[in-house]
C-alpha cells in the first residue's frame, strides 16, 4: 500500500503542521509559502496576518492563561516574511541611503533564487546585491567574497541582520585564495568583474567549475560603459566559458534608461 504524503499544512485549534508536527508555519510550509507569493510579497503579508489573527483565537480558547505570547506570535508568523514585504516597498531598512543600482536588481532577478538555494557572489562589493538575494532566501545561503577590505566592513554591515541568521557569510580575498573547497553551490554569479575576459581565466572557471552542483549556473553580468564593449564581450565570453568546461552557454542583455546590461551564463559540462 502506498504511503501517504501529508501536505505541510496547520491542525487547528493546536496550530502544529500536519505533516511534522512542528509549530506552524513549520520551514517547508515558509519555504513553500515563499514560492507561492514570489511575485507578490503584500499578498503573502497579508495572508499570514489572517492566519495569525486566527491562531490568536484558537490558542486563547485553548489556553486564555496566560495566552499567547504576542511577540513570539509575530516571530512565527510574520518576522521571516518581512524583508520580502521591505523589498516590494519603497523603503528597506538594509538599502537605506543607497539606491540599488539597476545591474544589480536586473542580475538577482535573472538568478531567479529559491528559497533554498546555495549562492557564491565573487566580488561584493558594499553587499547590496546580497541584500537583494538573502530576502528571496528561507533556509538557504549565499557566501559572498571581495579582495577590498573595507568593501567587505561595509557589505557586513549592509547585511548584520542576514549574517547574525546564518543567511549571509562574507570572505576577505581573491577566489583563488577564498578557501572554498568542499563547498557545493547552485548559483554563482559576478556583477561587473573583469577578470573573466581580460585575461585567460582557466585557473578560476576550473575551481568555480568544482564548486557548482551538476545542475548549477554560473553567471557573469556586466554594464559595460561603451555599446563595442557589449560587442566584444558577447563574442569572447561564451567562447572563453566553453573553452574552459561550461559548454551549455546563454547570452541575455536587456537595453535601460541607464545603459547596456549583458548576462553570460553557462552550465557545467
Given at each position: 500500500?502506498?504511503s501517504?504524503v501529508?501536505?505541510?499544512?496547520?491542525?487547528?485549534?493546536?496550530?502544529?503542521?500536519?505533516?511534522?508536527a512542528?509549530?506552524?508555519?513549520?520551514?517547508?510550509a515558509?519555504?513553500?509559502l515563499?514560492?507561492?507569493?514570489?511575485?507578490d510579497?503584500?499578498?503573502?503579508h497579508?495572508?499570514?496576518a489572517?492566519?495569525?489573527?486566527d491562531a490568536v483565537d484558537?490558542?486563547y480558547?485553548?489556553?486564555?492563561?496566560?495566552?499567547?505570547?504576542?511577540?513570539?506570535?509575530?516571530?512565527?508568523?510574520?518576522?521571516?516574511?518581512?524583508p520580502?514585504?521591505?523589498?516590494?516597498?519603497?523603503y528597506?531598512p538594509?538599502?537605506a541611503g543607497?539606491a540599488?543600482?539597476?545591474?544589480?536588481?536586473w542580475a538577482v532577478?535573472l538568478?531567479?533564487v529559491a528559497?533554498g538555494d546555495?549562492l557564491?557572489?565573487?566580488?561584493c562589493g558594499n553587499?547590496?546585491a546580497?541584500?537583494?538575494?538573502c530576502?528571496?532566501?528561507?533556509?538557504?545561503?549565499?557566501?559572498?567574497?571581495?579582495r577590498?577590505?573595507a568593501?567587505?566592513?561595509?557589505?557586513?554591515?549592509?547585511?548584520?541582520?542576514?549574517?547574525?541568521?546564518?543567511?549571509?557569510?562574507?570572505r576577505?580575498?581573491?577566489l583563488e585564495?577564498s578557501?572554498?573547497?568542499?563547498?557545493?553551490f547552485?548559483?554563482i554569479f559576478?556583477?561587473d568583474?573583469?577578470?573573466?575576459?581580460t585575461?585567460?581565466?582557466g585557473t578560476?572557471?576550473?575551481?568555480?567549475?568544482?564548486l557548482?552542483?551538476?545542475?548549477?549556473g554560473?553567471?557573469?553580468?556586466?554594464?559595460?560603459p561603451q555599446?563595442?564593449r557589449v560587442?566584444?564581450?558577447?563574442q569572447?565570453?561564451?567562447a572563453?566559458l566553453?573553452?574552459?568546461?561550461f559548454?551549455?552557454t546563454a547570452?541575455?542583455s536587456?537595453?535601460?534608461?541607464?545603459?547596456?546590461?549583458?548576462?553570460?551564463?553557462?552550465?557545467?559540462?
Amino acid at each position: 500500500m502506498p504511503s501517504v504524503v501529508r501536505p505541510h499544512l496547520p491542525q487547528r485549534p493546536i496550530w502544529l503542521c500536519r505533516a511534522c508536527a512542528r509549530p506552524w508555519p513549520c520551514p517547508v510550509a515558509r519555504s513553500r509559502l515563499a514560492v507561492e507569493y514570489s511575485a507578490d510579497p503584500v499578498a503573502l503579508h497579508v495572508y499570514l496576518a489572517t492566519v495569525l489573527q486566527d491562531a490568536v483565537d484558537d490558542l486563547y480558547r485553548l489556553n486564555p492563561e496566560p495566552g499567547p505570547d504576542p511577540a513570539a506570535m509575530y516571530a512565527r508568523f510574520l518576522a521571516w516574511a518581512a524583508p520580502r514585504l521591505r523589498l516590494a516597498g519603497s523603503y528597506s531598512p538594509v538599502m537605506a541611503g543607497s539606491a540599488v543600482p539597476e545591474r544589480l536588481r536586473w542580475a538577482v532577478d535573472l538568478l531567479k533564487v529559491a528559497p533554498g538555494d546555495h549562492l557564491l557572489e565573487i566580488g561584493c562589493g558594499n553587499g547590496i546585491a546580497v541584500s537583494l538575494v538573502c530576502d528571496r532566501l528561507v533556509g538557504g545561503r549565499i557566501v559572498a567574497i571581495d579582495r577590498s577590505p573595507a568593501a567587505i566592513r561595509q557589505a557586513e554591515r549592509r547585511n548584520r541582520e542576514h549574517t547574525a541568521a546564518g543567511r549571509a557569510v562574507f570572505r576577505l580575498g581573491s577566489l583563488e585564495e577564498s578557501d572554498l573547497d568542499g563547498e557545493c553551490f547552485d548559483k554563482i554569479f559576478a556583477v561587473d568583474v573583469n577578470l573573466f575576459w581580460t585575461r585567460s581565466p582557466g585557473t578560476e572557471l576550473a575551481l568555480l567549475r568544482r564548486l557548482l552542483r551538476p545542475t548549477g549556473g554560473l553567471y557573469l553580468c556586466y554594464q559595460p560603459p561603451q555599446a563595442t564593449r557589449v560587442a566584444e564581450l558577447v563574442q569572447r565570453l561564451p567562447a572563453t566559458l566553453s573553452a574552459h568546461g561550461f559548454p551549455t552557454t546563454a547570452v541575455t542583455s536587456a537595453t535601460t534608461r541607464t545603459g547596456s546590461l549583458l548576462c553570460v551564463s553557462g552550465r557545467p559540462g
